[in-house]
């Protein structure tokens, strides 16, 4: 069967979808519409939501601006950046061009792009399920600045970016999700077709199925396009400007939840990929090694409340985007922000709105007053079968971390559970097994599943304060400058110092040596790097990965 042939139940299914049958829950809609005005304010930036089940559209919920300074509503039309929701649709289009015969995914990259260095290592599919090896642009330190992506590239000119830089992994070796490799997937859907990978996506997807999305070059002539915004503790701003010749076929697609709904009817019920693609599609990847990654082509494999799913997010300037596909219900959620830093994620809530669908609404709890006393033999480091956890207390509050990464803090409810705040599903209970051990009970993501830990000792020592002269700690004091932006170092009210990042709260830095510092609410160390007698430089250390900035 070819993809032509494939596509023509399309338009029944856009009619079918227009019609409304309420499946949902008694009383869904008021409580979908609490979620949202908890988790958006009405006068800021905002979402758009759109729910289908059985292809038909049951609800639709909007809430906050899609322009804050003209004050203009966000509404059901208002249309998003999608960001990296775009990589199935390119996906989807080079499988179509696998099913009829123009493409096979195991030919080499060079059969497309013949001066690209190594493609003939690189495998057409080891380009979509992100285990090319090859060197993703948005990791690449100091280039994700506006000054870089701010303006027009060729595709050509795009892929000069990264296409000469050091390879992390070997072709096939390893998992990496890879921006890179989804621009190569423009480059390869426009060698074969001849024509802007948009215009493959327009002509084999968007008019088919009936959809509205739309290539983002187009955003000037968009009369319902929302704003996009960046938000802090210091309020609200207009995002960095990208052009959308920089995502490319990874994420520089437009369009609303309600489209994507549509969309997401179509491709799982096989009217745009052919059934042993779509297999492939949706499938995890499994790597040399054994291991297995959740990820197929442009779709990722998760669960929700024990029911499998698929889905994807999306994260460009200005916007934040999550969808999510329940099979077993034939239920599909999408929710997109115009924001890049939202209080609340989509992710967050297309999971809350998903669970209360299919009627298994995440708990909820209500902070309860700590006993400093029924807490102290709850405090301690528990040994995870992957990691070590630590529950600890300080001045009053509680806080877990994992190993010596960042601290959250935690609140108590009823019965030895704790939540954290925010937009955080994860909780956890604390219990005494019948060997009179204590274990830490971890429900990821809010899922049913226990992940256990064990306790195995108290929680260490804080290690002794290091005195350092007030005047090594004044010569540290100053502005400093990464990749990523600007760094603070400033003195505090207690005498020490505090480190700040751009859009981040200052932290307290503790002294471990005249010139190495901890900050321990994140879990990162810093190191002033001093020559003549000044300090030069400071390297920020955080997750095995090393960040420089060079005093101003």
């Known amino acids: 069967m070819r993809m032509t042939s494939m596509l023509a139940g399309c338009a029944a299914a856009t009619i079918l979808l227009a019609s409304s049958a309420m499946a949902l829950p008694p009383g869904f809609k008021v409580k979908a519409d609490r979620l949202l005005a908890a988790a958006y304010a009405a006068d800021g930036p905002g979402a758009s939501v759109a729910i289908s089940e059985h292809g038909k559209i049951v609800y639709v919920g909007t809430r906050g601006l899609a322009n804050v300074a003209a004050k203009k509503p966000i509404t059901p039309q208002s249309v998003f950046r999608v960001g990296s929701i775009t990589k199935q649709f390119a996906s989807a289009v080079v499988l179509q061009l696998a099913w009829e015969g123009k493409l096979k995914l195991s030919d ?132 960095k400007h990208i052009d959308m010749s920089v995502p490319g076929a990874a994420g520089a697609l437009d369009g609303t939840p309600s489209d994507l709904a549509r969309w997401g009817y179509a491709l799982h019920h096989g009217m745009v990929v052919a059934a042993p693609y779509y297999a492939q599609m949706i499938a995890p990847t499994k790597l040399p090694d054994g291991s297995v990654k959740p990820y197929g082509f442009g779709l990722e494999n998760g669960t929700l409340r024990g029911q499998p799913t698929i889905g994807h997010s999306g994260g460009i300037p200005g916007f934040s985007t999550d969808s999510l596909y329940v099979p077993a219900e034939e239920l599909f959620v999408a929710v997109y922000a115009n924001s890049d830093q939202p209080k609340t994620s989509p992710e967050s809530i297309v999971r809350r709105l998903a669970a209360l669908a299919i009627g298994k609404p995440f708990p909820t709890f209500t902070a309860t007053k700590l006993d400093a006393a029924a807490m102290k033999p709850l405090l301690g480091v528990y040994q995870f079968k992957d990691a070590k956890r630590t529950l600890f207390e300080r001045d009053g509050k509680y806080f877990t971390r994992r190993d010596d990464g960042p601290e959250s803090e935690v609140f108590a409810a009823k019965g030895n559970r704790f939540f954290y705040g925010g937009d955080e599903l994860t ?14 009970q971890r429900h990821n993501n809010g899922e049913d599943e226990i992940d256990p830990g064990t306790w195995i000792g108290p929680v260490p020592a804080t290690p002794a304060a290091v005195a350092v002269a007030p005047a090594t700690l004044a010569s540290y004091v100053g502005p400093y400058t990464a990749a990523i932006g600007k760094v603070a170092i400033a003195k505090s009210a207690n005498g020490g110092l505090t480190i700040q990042l751009t859009g981040q709260p200052p932290f307290p830095l503790r002294p471990t040596s005249d010139n190495n510092f901890m900050v321990d609410q994140v879990g990162a160390k810093v190191t002033f790097i001093v020559e003549g007698g000044k300090a030069v430089r400071l390297d920020i250390v955080q997750g095995g990965q090393t960040l420089p900035a060079t005093r101003d």
């Open 427 to 440: 909780w956890f209970a604390v219990i005494k097994n019948a060997a009179g051990k204590m274990i830490y």
């Open 108 to 239: 080499p990259l060079s059969l497309y792009l013949p001066t690209y260095p190594n493609g003939a290592a690189i495998t057409v599919a080891e380009l979509l399920n992100h285990t090319s090896g090859i060197q993703s642009y948005t990791n690449i330190p100091g280039w994700m600045a506006e000054a870089n992506f701010g303006h027009a590239y060729t595709t050509d000119q795009m892929i000069a970016v990264f296409k000469d830089l050091p390879a992390p992994s070997k072709p096939g070796q390893a998992w990496s999700y890879n921006n890179s490799g989804y621009f190569l997937v423009g480059a390869l859907i426009e060698k074969v077709t001849g024509k802007p990978w948009y215009q493959a996506v327009d002509a084999r997807i968007v008019k088919p199925i009936g959809l509205t999305m739309r290539y983002g070059g187009d955003e000037p002539r968009i009369a319902a396009m929302a704003t996009g915004y960046s938000e802090d503790d210091h309020g609200v701003a207009l995002a």
